[in-house]
């Protein structure tokens, strides 16, 4: 339980200077329009490229690791199911989705794997699984989908994936993975430098954008952003929990961490797209701010009930 306190003490430090600095106006009017732009383009491509390609594809594919793809997949699923049916729009569908199965993972799920599980590793899975397909996906999606983009040709509209930088790192990480590949650590260790940027950045932008963004849910965002919420940290800890139990028959330890990654909070790289694309940003901060609320007595409970 020390483990799980630690790792949201550091996180609530962190995004209390971005709120610090956004209530305060310290960066200026375009301070989070800045600082996320290079987040984007520069801390989290070389964060991405740098992760997956020191790592094997293959660690998915461990029990743990199936388990919390399969759960986050599902839970984004049902999201945009229901969004399809309820006509909220493409773009708004894809955050909402994001923030059922995108989880913070690294700046929250590192510490707490390390401090309660004994191994960073355990979030492994899901990161790659995050980082290589999910938002590669997500950001096509939105790019191909953004209103004020001219009608282009079939090749361009193609060749747009390529021209995001965020993909590009994605795919150039797999392919190095793939491939085995070593590289060496002077061509790592620059972009490893680089990426550690990446999730102080993320966490204070997301503490900006607690100033920069109205609490107050319009009529159109109520349904999606608690449906959002319910789906991350109700539904997805719940699959996690059947299907280690009565799918994989895992042993009690496996069993907490598979549940314990399904209740990590809406990671905040969501709020960081939602505020990029300009789209669905109330959806994606109240998602990430209740989920990580709710996170706490859910990690406690879980670490009791199944520790």
Not at 226 to 232: G, M, S
Request: glycine residues 8%.
């Amino acid at each position: 339980m020390d483990g799980v306190l630690k790792g949201f003490f550091v996180v609530g430090a962190v995004l209390l200077v971005g709120y610090v600095l956004g209530k305060t106006n310290a960066l200026g009017p375009q301070g989070t329009k800045v600082l996320s732009t290079l987040t984007f383009l520069v801390g989290l491509p070389s964060l991405m490229f740098s992760m997956i390609a020191s790592r094997h594809i293959s660690e998915v594919l461990s029990p743990t690791g199936l388990i919390s793809v399969a759960t986050a997949a599902a839970v984004m699923l049902l999201f945009a199911i229901v969004g399809a049916i309820g006509r909220w729009g493409v773009r708004r569908t894809t955050i909402g989705a994001l923030a059922t199965g995108i989880v913070n993972s690294t700046n929250l799920g590192v510490p707490l794997s390390l401090y309660i599980l004994g191994s960073a590793t355990f979030v492994a899975p899901i990161m790659l699984f995050q980082l290589a397909v999910v938002t590669p996906v997500a950001l096509t999606i939105l790019d191909l989908t953004d209103p004020s983009r001219k009608k282009v040709s079939l090749g361009h509209m193609l060749s747009i994936p390529l021209r995001n930088p965020v993909t590009v790192a994605a795919v150039l990480g797999i392919l190095v993975s793939a491939s085995g590949l070593q590289m060496p650590d002077w061509a790592l260790d620059p972009m490893k430098l680089v990426a550690q940027l990446t999730v102080p950045l993320m966490l204070i932008i997301f503490g900006m954008s607690l100033n920069g963004i109205s609490t107050a849910q319009g009529a159109g965002d109520r349904v999606p952003t608690f449906l959002a919420v319910l789906l991350k940290s109700c539904v997805h800890p719940i699959l996690a929990w059947v299907l280690a139990t009565f799918v994989f028959h895992l042993d009690p330890f496996s069993t907490f961490v598979v549940v314990a990654c399904a209740i990590l909070p809406t990671g905040q790289n969501v709020v960081l797209y939602a505020v990029r694309y300009g789209v669905a940003q109330k959806i994606a901060q109240s998602a990430a701010v209740i989920t990580t609320v709710l996170a706490v007595p859910l990690l406690l409970g879980a670490s009791w009930l199944l520790g």
